[in-house]
Nanobody, 124 residues
Framework: QVQLVESGGGLVQAGGSLRLSCAASERSISTYGMGWFRQAPGKERVIVAAISRSGGTTYYTDSVKGRFTISRDNAKNTVYLQMNSLKPDDTAVYYC?????????????????WGQGTQVTVSS
């Protein structure tokens, strides 16, 4: 089973940037679609971005389009989330997850492997 570890979170001022990384071990991520989710205090966990196994297909939730970029480097077994023009509403714990179903999906139920999460806090 793939193990996922996120890093790169922190405190940043509004308008700033962060790059999250999700490093995988135990198994190659090349066979998994990957996603980034976030959970703000008192709210449900929601998908932010997703990328297909090859990287040829991506998805972004409307609120981050044009500001966030998901990418992957299968040789390094790592997935990234570049976050620019950050807003206070982006404050959340960000989770990396692997889609274990073998088909493209944005449903959280299809992401069977999760990292521990990394906190992103955007101050106004």
């Amino acid at each position: 089973q793939v193990q996922l570890v996120e890093s790169g979170g922190g405190l940043v001022q509004a308008g700033g940037s962060l790059r999250l990384s999700c490093a995988a071990s135990e198994r190659s991520i090349s066979t998994y679609g990957m996603g980034w989710f976030r959970q703000a205090p008192g709210k449900e966990r929601v998908i932010v971005a997703a990328i297909s196994r090859s990287g040829g297909t991506t998805y972004y939730t409307d609120s981050v389009k044009g500001r966030f970029t998901i990418s992957r480097d299968n040789a390094k077994n790592t997935v990234y989330l570049q976050m620019n023009s950050l807003k206070p509403d982006d404050t959340a714990v960000y989770y990396c997850a692997a889609n274990v179903r073998g088909y493209w999906s944005l449903s959280m139920a299809d992401f069977g492997r999760w990292g521990q999460g990394t906190q992103v806090t955007v101050s106004s």
